[in-house]
């Protein structure tokens, strides 16, 4: 089976401040996108939302899935071993707890390896997440992050 390819990228104008969410998921010839925006949120949210939300939108079982993100939160949470010290010191200690427990959710249907890409360096798949990202944040189509109200952010 092919890879998939999950591009990602998360906005916030202002931080906090209104949010968004660009996903980018191509396999062979087939390619979707996904945004989303919220009211307040910020930047590591959205990084993190948009990882998440791709990887649920796959619907084959133990896809092998090649992450790109230009969000060292998130890749050196994972590659670096972040988010495993995080959960031997209790996960909800943590900011962004909540989607965090949502990412490890979503990540055991998978086999994922995550990749850094430099963000605004002209990659064709980023700079369109990035584009769906501040579009989804300045919408006037945008949720409530109830994460961040509660105070996982």
């Keep these: 089976m092919e890879p998939i ?15 968004g969410y660009g996903v980018v998921l191509t396999c062979g010839p087939h390619r979707k996108e996904i945004s989303g925006g919220f009211v307040c949120t910020t930047n590591n949210r959205m990084e993190l939302m948009a990882v998440i939300v791709g990887l649920e939108a796959i619907k084959r079982p133990n896809a092998q899935v090649n992450i790109y993100s230009d969000s060292s939160y998130v890749v050196k949470a994972i590659n670096e071993g972040w988010l495993t010290n995080w959960l031997k010191k209790g996960l909800h200690k943590q900011k962004n707890a909540d989607l965090w427990e949502r990412f490890l959710k979503v990540s055991k249907k998978h086999q994922l390896r995550f990749f850094w890409i430099k963000g605004h360096a002209g990659h064709p798949e980023n700079e369109k997440c990035d584009k769906l990202a501040v579009q989804a944040a300045l919408s006037g189509n945008l ?11």
């Design 5 to 19: 390819n999950l591009y990602t990228d998360g906005s916030s104008r202002g931080n906090p401040g209104p949010g």
């Design 143 to 153: 949720e409530q992050d109830s994460g961040f109200l509660e105070g996982n952010s």
